[in-house]
Nanobody
Framework: QVQLVEFGGGLVQPGASLRLSCVVS????????MAWIRQAAGKEREFVTAISFHVQKIYTADSVKGRFTISRDNNRNTVYLQMNSLKPEDTAVYYC?????????WGQGTQVTVSS
């Protein structure tokens, strides 16, 4: 059974940075295209960014382009999300899963709150 564990969120002020991590266990991580998805309170899940298994393709939502960067370490079965210049509208629970479709059970996510 594949498990996704996200961590690294927190409460930060506007303009701050955070780095999220997602550890994938139980699957062949090096063959998975991975994505970060977020869900704000009362809203549907929203695609943030995705990275191909060979790291040659990256897709990013316009709302975070230029501020968020996805990366991965296939040796650590981990996908990262570097978030810079955070805005209040980035407040959400952040999840990782496969791309383009979520194939695995969702993890608990990690809460990111951007507030002054």
């Amino acid at each position: 059974q594949v498990q996704l564990v996200e961590f690294g969120g927190g409460l930060v002020q506007p303009g701050a940075s955070l780095r999220l991590s997602c550890v994938v266990s139980g699957g062949d991580f090096s063959r998975l295209n991975m994505a970060w998805i977020r869900q704000a309170a009362g809203k549907e899940r929203e695609f943030v960014t995705a990275i191909s298994f060979h790291v040659q393709k990256i897709y990013t939502a316009d709302s975070v382009k230029g501020r968020f960067t996805i990366s991965r370490d296939n040796n650590r079965n981990t996908v990262y999300l570097q978030m810079n210049s955070l805005k209040p509208e980035d407040t959400a629970v952040y999840y990782c899963n496969t791309a383009p479709k979520a194939l695995f059970p969702w993890g608990q996510g990690t809460q990111v709150t951007v507030s002054s």
